[in-house]
């Protein structure tokens, strides 16, 4: 693995914790050069502290301009690119369509798929001119199934895998490899900060939530942060070389979700 990534020169969004974090980790410790971004400022203190070789950036990908600037950090360290990994994203709103404001809805969106946007036409000339290489987009398996009480997240996630199959279609000729993770329930802080609030919308106890998640998986268990990373790290190496367009569920197989 570190051979395959060596020097490879990859750029990492909200990274600060979770499976950016995990994604970051993986490739600095594969050899990669690595940059990151989040607005988690004590969060990006404390990955460069444990790894002082990962530059990081605060901004916000759903600002242009901030993500403008992220860009022009790595460039600046790097001279170039070769990897893009979008995975910032938001939980959104637990409620009913009816009870979602359109506040909470561009936020979501705003987040979810124009930061991947704004960030992919940042990286495609770079990985163009670097000669081919690899993005891939963090969707969810609610951007394959739906998803209750979510709409926002479900609809930004459905249109990252849309993203995902078009960038595929127009990159391939370039040699730019395009595919996205669908991530099923993760161990961590943010699946917590998620099963509470669907508890609270449902009226139910969060451990009644966490066991609904599980139940719905056919392997009976959360996914870990580093089983995504591995799998980023295989698409983005030498055994991915051939696989482009694809939603690879990293899931455990999801045979349904909770209403």
Aim: glycine share 12%; proline share 4%.
């Amino acid at each position: 693995m570190s051979a395959a990534h060596e020097g490879r020169r990859v750029i990492v969004t909200a990274a600060a914790s979770g499976i950016g974090r995990a994604i970051a980790e993986a490739f600095a410790e594969a050899g990669a050069r690595v940059h990151v971004c989040d607005v988690d400022v004590a969060g990006l203190d404390a990955l460069h502290r444990s790894h002082p070789t990962i530059g990081t950036s605060v901004a916000d990908v759903s600002e242009p301009e901030q993500v403008d600037g992220l860009f022009e950090e790595a460039e600046e360290s790097f001279g170039g690119l070769d990897v893009l990994i979008n995975n910032a994203g938001i939980a959104g709103p637990t409620a009913p369509v009816e009870d979602v404001s359109p506040e909470e809805w561009r936020r979501t969106m705003a987040v979810n798929i124009d930061g991947q946007f704004y960030c992919a036409r940042r990286a495609v000339p770079l990985i163009k001119a670097a000669g081919g290489g690899s993005i891939v987009n963090i969707a969810s398996t609610a951007g394959v199934l739906g998803y209750p009480l979510r709409a926002p997240y479900a609809a930004s996630k459905w249109a990252v895998v849309g993203l995902t199959k078009t960038l595929a279609m127009e990159l391939g000729r370039e040699g730019i490899r395009v595919n996205a993770i669908c991530p099923g329930p993760v161990s961590g802080e943010r699946m917590q900060r998620i099963a509470a609030a669907e508890a609270e919308a449902k009226g139910v106890s969060a451990e009644e939530v966490r066991r609904g998640y599980v139940k719905q998986v056919s392997m009976q268990r959360f996914i870990e942060a580093r089983e995504i990373a591995e799998t980023v790290l295989f698409l983005c190496g030498d055994g991915g070389r051939s696989i482009s367009g694809q939603s690879l569920g990293v899931d455990g197989h999801t045979e349904t979700l909770r209403t």
